[in-house]
């Protein structure tokens, strides 16, 4: 039943570019900002890219930038506005999970609500694609909803993932 969860899932993400989502705010946040004005410029990865609005941020600021999407439609407006805009960049339709037609490594790969909307059995898959896409002191920028154990949420990553990521990365800060 895991294909009809992923076909579910890639039918949400479509539907709702038709319109923006509550998500799509347009606005890079300030924690990535911050980055990128105390880091060099250079290879970058946003996994759920939406419809760019990082990846412009990022490519504007000298990086070279990747991202990936689930939706048909915000991949199309992602390198839409990297056109626009005279910037070039790399935006794939498909899965976070797949990301075999990448190169590594990325000095810098960003996550805004992607990780936690995963079906459990492909997050696994997930952090080993981080291992190796991201290069040895590369960043990894994770915004995701927290999740306490007791919760049914569909949605969330659990303070236990966070310390797979711990382990795994510099620690993750929560606010």
Request: hydrophobic share 40%; net charge positive; aromatic share 10%.
């Given at each position: 039943?895991?294909?009809?969860?992923?076909?579910?899932?890639?039918?949400?993400?479509?539907?709702?570019?038709?319109?923006?989502?509550?998500?799509?705010?347009?606005?890079?946040?300030?924690?990535?900002?911050?980055?990128?004005?105390?880091?060099?410029?250079?290879?970058?990865?946003?996994?759920?890219?939406?419809?760019?609005?990082?990846?412009?941020?990022?490519?504007?600021?000298?990086?070279?930038?990747?991202?990936?999407?689930?939706?048909?439609?915000?991949?199309?407006?992602?390198?839409?506005?990297?056109?626009?805009?005279?910037?070039?960049?790399?935006?794939?339709?498909?899965?976070?999970?797949?990301?075999?037609?990448?190169?590594?490594?990325?000095?810098?790969?960003?996550?805004?609500?992607?990780?936690?909307?995963?079906?459990?059995?492909d997050r696994e898959r997930y952090r080993k694609n981080l291992l190796k896409f991201l290069a040895?002191?590369?960043?990894?920028?994770?915004?995701?909803?927290?999740?306490?154990?007791?919760?049914?949420?569909?949605?969330?990553?659990?303070?236990?993932?966070?310390?797979?990521?711990?382990?795994?990365?510099?620690?993750?800060?929560?606010?």
């Amino acid at each position: 039943m895991v294909w009809l969860e992923r076909l579910l899932r890639w039918v949400t993400f479509n539907l709702w570019y038709l319109k923006r989502p509550p998500w799509d705010t347009q606005v890079s946040p300030p924690e990535l900002i911050a980055f990128i004005q105390t880091h060099p410029p250079g290879r970058a990865l946003d996994l759920g890219c939406g419809s760019g609005t990082n990846l412009l941020t990022l490519a504007k600021a000298g990086w070279q930038v990747a991202g990936v999407d689930l939706s048909l439609l915000a991949v199309w407006r992602a390198r839409q506005r990297l056109r626009r805009a005279g910037m070039k960049g790399e935006v794939l339709s498909g899965s976070v999970i797949d990301l075999s037609r990448l190169s590594p490594s990325f000095n810098l790969i960003l996550d805004i609500g992607c990780y936690h909307g995963l079906p459990q059995e492909d997050r696994e898959r997930y952090r080993k694609n981080l291992l190796k896409f991201l290069a040895p002191a590369g960043t990894f920028l994770l915004y995701a909803h927290l999740k306490e154990v007791d919760q049914s949420m569909n949605t969330g990553i659990t303070r236990q993932e966070i310390e797979i990521f711990n382990n795994l990365f510099t620690p993750v800060r929560i606010q």
